[in-house]
């Protein structure tokens, strides 16, 4: 086995959970050299990522929620990096490290220390890197106007009470895609683009979704007849249910145009387009995963 030397990019929120506190002593207990380094303000994120680099680590910890997980994942790649990532889940969500079966306990999810990275794909959004799932549509209204208060008391629940409350601004999108030997236009009320399978607080829309195979998973919901039960139906369990009206396929890359604006979201990074191209980078990122992980292609 290589050094046993680790760095944890840890989110400010949760420097005193006593949680993380145990489970990183216990790795330094199994002999684990583990550096902590909390953040502060925007860019903190990168920057230790990059003071992690320059000290020699191989190996990188991102701890926090889907946004945090997703920051550190983009510094490693932007940094022209091979060195390794775990991901420590903390957030109210975990959409990614769920599907991935990624341990939510701290010190199980600091055990994937011990076992060999994979290379898996990013998401490319116009030069934004994600690493679970691109939203758009009411779906991603949901989760940016949910309130991180709200997610403290209901935990993943508060997606779903959030989108009840703002049924009354329910609206579609235009919107066309083109992909290899894919086309479509059309209303649209939500969009998955998934590298993971679940957004907003495990609704499910990309279920398929694999992290190693190069591709990106597409779901368009198109705008139905009877809007408020389509909606109550992918609040309630995501795509499961709307399989055949949906629009789905697996694509290397796709254009995204959306003449009156789209807002999106990577994870918790809002992005608005008109027109945007969304691409897999296929094994852009070493990351330690467990060997039975559902994101995972079959050996």
Not at 30 to 37: I, K
């Amino acid at each position: 086995m290589g050094e046993r030397k680790a760095w944890l990019v840890l989110h400010g929120k949760q420097a005193a959970n006593d949680e993380v506190r145990a489970a990183v002593q216990a790795r330094r207990d199994a002999g684990w050299d583990l550096a902590v380094r909390v953040t502060w303000e925007s860019g903190d994120a990168r920057r230790l990522v990059d003071e992690a680099l320059a000290a020699g680590y191989r190996t990188l910890i991102a701890g926090g929620g889907d946004g945090t997980l997703r920051e550190v994942a983009e510094a490693v790649v932007r940094a022209g990096s091979d060195a390794s990532l775990v991901l420590l889940p903390l957030g109210t969500a975990n959409d990614f490290a769920r599907a991935a079966a990624i341990p939510l306990e701290p010190g199980l999810a600091l055990g994937l220390l011990d076992v060999p990275p994979r290379a898996i794909d990013l998401g490319d959004a116009g030069g934004h890197l994600f690493l679970n799932m691109a939203t758009g549509g009411f779906g991603s209204k949901i989760t940016a106007n949910t309130s991180e208060d709200l997610k403290k008391v209901l935990g993943g629940a508060a997606y779903f009470l959030t989108g009840l409350t703002h049924f009354a601004e329910v609206h579609s999108a235009f919107g066309r895609f083109h992909g290899p030997d894919f086309d479509w236009e059309g209303e649209f009320l939500a969009l998955g683009i998934g590298n993971g399978r679940q957004a907003g607080g495990g609704h499910l829309l990309c279920p398929q979704a694999a992290v190693d195979d190069g591709l990106l998973d597409l779901c368009i919901i198109p705008a139905p007849q009877d809007v408020v039960g389509t909606l109550a139906t992918l609040l309630s369990g995501g795509i499961l249910g709307l399989e055949a009206v949906s629009i789905c396929a697996r694509l290397p890359w796709v254009e995204v145009e959306a003449p009156e604006g789209l807002d999106l979201n990577l994870d918790g990074e809002p992005l608005e387009s008109a027109r945007l191209r969304i691409a897999a980078r296929a094994r852009a990122l070493r990351l330690h995963l467990p060997e039975n992980s559902p994101l995972l292609l079959p050996a």
